[in-house]
């Protein structure tokens, strides 16, 4: 979340601690603003630092005011998915290209601009007394996103295969559970494991962090990836929706023109199961539900509301089921607090919702092709998003998939899941699954 950080302070280097290190993160972005993960900073003249730029990744290592640096040609703009991230600096090397090299799920990187240092030379990456940062430089540059398994070791450098491997079945690029790495005195492992603890250092070195801020563990990981709104492709006049806190949570912004915006995980078949938390609404002027798509609208329209298409289905606040640009009660309001749930069946093309644990019309999602309290048959054969419109300024909508957290609040309840790949407020219906990447492949 921005303004959160991580810190601690350095101790006396190792005999190579300035000439070699490796530093590994996995990472999904929320925002593709220019963002610095990770620094070591001394002053103007001494700072190692590590960020997202333009889309691109570079490194520095400013030494006694003179740059040495690499930035990638490749731009990394997916905010659907998790990049592994590792950067090596090692001096000794004898070709100096290799004395900065940068990986992306485990393929080295080429690299563009970038200025290599002299062979065995001392740079400024630790100092005794000085402060590491994760998310954040001086005062400024606040990382937007999720990260897990960050790694750092010092006087190490290690090949992207200490870090993760191919799936030999999908061709992902996954972890390593616990790489077999050296630290050195100053080098930690994060896992954020511990939700009283998010800094706390599992490498053995026990350099923990202090969290500035605050922090929400999710479920969310390379290995079980779970949607969140896409900033990438959404309705082109985006001035009153705003999307934040893990592009997690929608919210008005006052220009009252309908704004939509879908997630960056879809389905053709399946059934499936999410969760909305009505942060605020004036009654009428927020849908949410799925829709195609590709009929969804990204456009420079002055107007757009997922609803008003064929094969955009949702309810909104004043319980009406909205479809085509109509809208039929239901009976039943929802309003700040309530929770309503959303079950998918794909296979059935049936569409059902709930308010606080109760379905509206008497559904039943395990219904199958009867439908009992469905909203609407859906037109089945297309790919469908969650997907949500907003008005007004009032309207706002937090998201749970599966992660366990709306905004920064856990679920209170945990009702029982369909599976255990996701972590709800109330019960899924047998036979639906989270809006994840687990999910799908179930």
Same mark, same amino acid.
């Given at each position: 979340?921005?303004?959160?950080?991580?810190?601690?302070?350095?101790?006396?280097p190792?005999?190579?601690?300035?000439?070699?290190?490796?530093?590994?993160a996995?990472?999904?972005?929320?925002?593709?603003?220019?963002?610095?993960?990770?620094?070591?900073?001394?002053?103007?003249?001494?700072?190692?630092?590590?960020?997202?730029?333009?889309?691109?990744?570079?490194?520095?290592?400013?030494?006694?005011?003179?740059?040495?640096?690499?930035?990638?040609?490749?731009?990394f703009?997916d905010?659907?998915?998790?990049?592994?991230?590792?950067?090596?600096?090692d001096?000794?090397?004898?070709?100096?290209?290799?004395?900065?090299?940068?990986?992306v799920?485990?393929?080295?990187?080429?690299?563009?601009?970038?200025?290599?240092?002299?062979?065995?030379?001392?740079?400024?990456?630790?100092?005794?007394?000085?402060?590491?940062?994760?998310?954040?430089?001086?005062? /400024?540059?606040?990382? *937007?996103?999720?990260?897990?398994?960050?790694?750092?070791?010092?006087?190490?450098?290690?090949?992207?295969?200490?870090?993760?491997?191919?799936?030999t079945?999908?061709g992902?690029?996954?972890?390593?559970?616990?790489?077999?790495?050296?630290? +050195?005195?100053?080098?930690?492992k994060?896992?954020?494991? /511990?939700?009283?603890?998010?800094? /706390?250092?599992?490498?053995?070195?026990?350099?923990?962090f202090?969290?500035? +801020?605050?922090?929400?563990?999710?479920?969310?990981?390379?290995?079980?990836?779970?949607?969140?709104?896409n900033?990438?492709?959404?309705?082109?006049?985006?001035?009153?929706?705003?999307?934040?806190?893990?592009?997690?949570?929608?919210?008005?912004? +006052?220009?009252?023109?309908?704004?939509?915006?879908?997630?960056t995980?879809?389905?053709?078949?399946?059934?499936?199961?999410?969760?909305?938390?009505?942060?605020?609404? *004036? +009654?009428?002027?927020?849908?949410?539900?799925?829709?195609?798509?590709?009929?969804?609208?990204?456009?420079?329209?002055?107007?757009?509301?997922?609803?008003?298409?064929?094969?955009?289905?949702?309810?909104?606040?004043?319980?009406?089921k909205?479809?085509?640009?109509?809208?039929?009660?239901?009976?039943?309001?929802?309003?700040?607090?309530d929770?309503?749930?959303?079950?998918?069946d794909? /296979?059935?093309?049936?569409?059902?919702?709930?308010?606080?644990?109760?379905?509206?019309?008497?559904g039943?999602?395990?219904?199958?092709?009867?439908g009992?309290?469905?909203?609407?048959?859906?037109?089945?054969?297309?790919?469908?998003?969650?997907t949500?419109?907003?008005?007004?300024?009032?309207?706002?909508?937090?998201?749970?998939?599966?992660n366990?957290y709306?905004?920064t609040?856990?679920?209170t309840?945990?009702?029982?899941?369909?599976?255990?790949?996701?972590?709800?407020e109330?019960?899924?219906?047998?036979?639906?699954?989270?809006?994840?990447?687990k999910?799908?492949?179930?």
């Amino acid at each position: 979340m921005a303004s959160t950080y991580l810190e601690r302070t350095v101790t006396t280097p190792d005999t190579n601690g300035n000439k070699i290190a490796t530093f590994s993160a996995w990472l999904k972005r929320a925002s593709l603003t220019e963002q610095v993960f990770y620094t070591s900073r001394s002053s103007d003249s001494n700072y190692f630092r590590f960020r997202f730029t333009s889309g691109q990744i570079n490194v520095i290592s400013k030494t006694s005011g003179t740059n040495y640096f690499a930035t990638t040609s490749a731009v990394f703009r997916d905010i659907s998915s998790w990049y592994h991230v590792i950067v090596t600096f090692d001096t000794t090397q004898a070709t100096e290209a290799n004395r900065i090299r940068i990986y992306v799920n485990g393929v080295e990187q080429t690299k563009g601009a970038s200025s290599y240092p002299s062979q065995d030379s001392t740079l400024y990456m630790l100092a005794s007394g000085q402060p590491q940062r994760i998310g954040k430089e001086s005062s /400024d540059g606040f990382y *937007d996103g999720l990260m897990t398994q960050v790694i750092y070791t010092e006087g190490y450098a290690y090949a992207p295969s200490d870090f993760g491997s191919t799936n030999t079945v999908s061709g992902e690029w996954i972890p390593n559970a616990n790489p077999t790495v050296s630290y +050195g005195s100053n080098g930690f492992k994060l896992t954020f494991e /511990d939700t009283a603890a998010l800094g /706390d250092d599992t490498s053995g070195n026990t350099n923990d962090f202090t969290m500035s +801020g605050s922090g929400t563990p999710t479920l969310d990981c390379p290995s079980n990836n779970f949607p969140t709104f896409n900033n990438l492709i959404r309705q082109a006049s985006k001035n009153n929706l705003n999307i934040m806190q893990g592009n997690l949570y929608s919210a008005g912004n +006052g220009a009252n023109n309908w704004r939509s915006a879908f997630m960056t995980i879809a389905a053709k078949t399946g059934k499936y199961y999410c969760e909305m938390k009505c942060i605020g609404t *004036d +009654g009428s002027s927020q849908n949410y539900g799925v829709s195609d798509v590709n009929q969804f609208n990204t456009g420079p329209n002055d107007s757009f509301d997922f609803a008003s298409q064929s094969r955009g289905y949702g309810l909104n606040p004043n319980g009406n089921k909205v479809n085509n640009g109509g809208a039929v009660s239901v009976g039943t309001t929802y309003t700040t607090n309530d929770i309503v749930g959303m079950a998918l069946d794909l /296979d059935n093309g049936k569409i059902y919702f709930s308010k606080n644990g109760t379905y509206y019309l008497s559904g039943d999602p395990t219904s199958g092709s009867t439908g009992t309290g469905s909203f609407f048959d859906i037109t089945t054969g297309y790919i469908y998003s969650p997907t949500v419109a907003i008005y007004g300024a009032a309207d706002n909508m937090a998201f749970n998939f599966g992660n366990g957290y709306f905004r920064t609040t856990a679920v209170t309840s945990a009702g029982t899941p369909g599976s255990t790949v996701g972590v709800f407020e109330y019960d899924v219906p047998t036979g639906y699954q989270p809006w994840s990447t687990k999910g799908i492949n179930v």
